[in-house]
């Protein structure tokens, strides 16, 4: 990856790391570069965005950077990062944008584009945006005073169109399920009820009120003990939790027992399988994937493959091998006959589907993928060190010791985070206080050391 570009687009703090100036050089070059490789004769672009008070300003500034290449950009404003993946192909848009820093608290936010297939961009057409980003590359013209582009607001009715899209990805219909649902003060605040409510379930929401700071805020897929409690309380049947951007899902089950996101695989793999829908009959996972539904699926004759952690990994991996499911226990689920790119929302409507088809409760149906313990511990870290983990001998030492340890009854994970300035451990093993005792240890050995450079 380049100095900008990160996993997942062009992250930081609002304001001072992804800045106003930033954010029109992301609209000015992403425009033209994606303007070369387009065979239309004005470029359209769809711009998205999350519901951080910082969306105005970095909307603001990318989109002055789209037009004064002479592309048009069609500003659809607070909608999932998924929801402009599928309008982009819908409404034959050259790319899409969204500003978004997804799971991350409202201080951040981030800028992703996606391809007028509603893929991510190739790491070429990235790399090419970041030469002109770096005066690697310049801009041999820019259009006359007439041929600027135009913002088009309001111009389709996207919330609708996506609200119907998701409600159309359910397998039968939702009346009879009480659902409990967090949308995290983020993008799917409006339409997650909408669909839901369309397929008839009963719904109670919370973290539906964004202000612009509250996105996140002890709330969502990374805040699950709020909807853990709202479930209980209600009498919900089940609970979703979404993140900010709604590319991510966690349930609750009627007990306030998350699902995380390698139950739901698990889940919806098997339904998929055994209605003979699961091409080559393998799921895409990640090396976090948990122990548990690797061995699950194997009973059930389902190969799970697994990659990088990091959602284009996943995605590049279903396209290569034919698979139509993948995803990450964080809950980005990839649903590729629907859409290509995680939805929290039809990865919602999908787990209530197999949930309302199977008439059981979630708690007995969760039973079916036998989870191991896990302890995940994440270490601030300076962003310039945390790749060089592996050479310092100390952590290398202590980590290979751990892995010793557990080899053929569980395992170590020690990698840098791909969009955060964290080192992040991740055991598996038959015994939680022993593994929290390790990570925490290592934890400790990582800290000190990385400290020291």
């Known amino acids: 990856m380049g100095k900008f570009f990160g996993t997942d ?29 387009t065979k ?3 470029t359209k672009i769809l711009v998205g965005r999350d519901t951080r008070i910082s969306g105005d300003m970095l909307e603001s500034a990318l989109v002055a950077g789209i037009l004064s290449t002479g592309a048009d950009a069609y500003i659809v404003g607070e909608i999932p990062t998924p929801a402009i993946a599928y309008l982009t192909r819908k409404y034959e848009a050259d790319a899409g944008v969204v500003i978004s820093a997804s799971h991350n608290s409202f201080e951040y936010n981030g800028i992703k584009f996606f391809n007028s297939e509603g893929f991510k961009l190739s790491d070429e057409i990235e790399n090419e945006i970041e030469s002109y980003l770096l005066g690697e590359s310049t801009v041999d013209e820019m259009p006359s005073s007439e041929n600027l582009g135009i913002a088009v607001r309001g111009a389709n009715n996207a919330e609708i169109d996506y609200v119907e899209f998701a409600a159309g990805c359910a397998l039968t219909s939702l009346e009879g399920l009480k659902v409990a649902v967090d949308c995290a003060n983020g993008a799917a605040f409006n339409v997650a009820p909408q669909a839901l409510r369309r397929l008839g379930a009963e719904l109670n929401v919370i973290s539906n009120n964004p202000d612009g700071i509250n996105i996140n805020n002890g709330c969502g897929s990374t805040h699950i003990e709020k909807l853990q409690k709202f479930v209980k309380d209600t009498g919900a049947d089940v609970g979703v939790a979404f993140d900010g951007d709604a590319d991510r899902l966690i349930a609750v089950d009627e007990n306030g027992n998350i699902v995380d996101g390698d139950v739901i695989m698990g889940l919806v793999s098997i339904y998929l399988k055994e209605h003979n829908k699961l091409p080559g009959n393998r799921l895409i996972g990640t090396v976090m994937s948990n122990l548990g539904l690797i061995q699950t699926c194997e009973k059930h004759g389902i190969e799970v493959v697994c990659t990088k952690v990091g959602d284009r990994y996943v995605l590049e991996k279903m396209l290569e091998t034919g698979a139509v499911i993948g995803g990450e226990q964080s809950g980005h689920i990839i649903l590729f006959e629907n859409n290509t790119t995680g939805d929290g929302l039809v990865s919602a409507i999908t787990l209530l589907s197999v949930l309302k088809i199977s008439g059981k409760k979630l708690s007995e149906l969760a039973k079916e993928i036998t989870i191991l313990p896990q302890v995940l511990v994440n270490v601030k870290v300076k962003n310039e060190y945390k790749e060089r983990l592996t050479d310092i001998k100390e952590i290398s030492e202590a980590a290979k010791k751990i892995d010793e340890k557990y080899k053929g009854t569980g395992r170590l994970l020690l990698r840098p985070s791909g969009t955060e300035p964290l080192v992040r451990i991740m055991i598996e093993g038959q015994n939680m206080e022993e593994i929290e005792k390790d990570a925490n240890m290592l934890a400790e050995i990582v800290e000190q050391s990385m400290s020291r450079l």
């Open 40 to 42: 239309s004769k004005k």
């Open 9 to 37: 687009g062009v992250r930081g703090v609002a304001g001072s790391e992804l800045t106003a100036e930033l954010a029109y050089k992301l609209g000015k070059f992403g425009a033209y570069v994606l303007t070369k490789h």
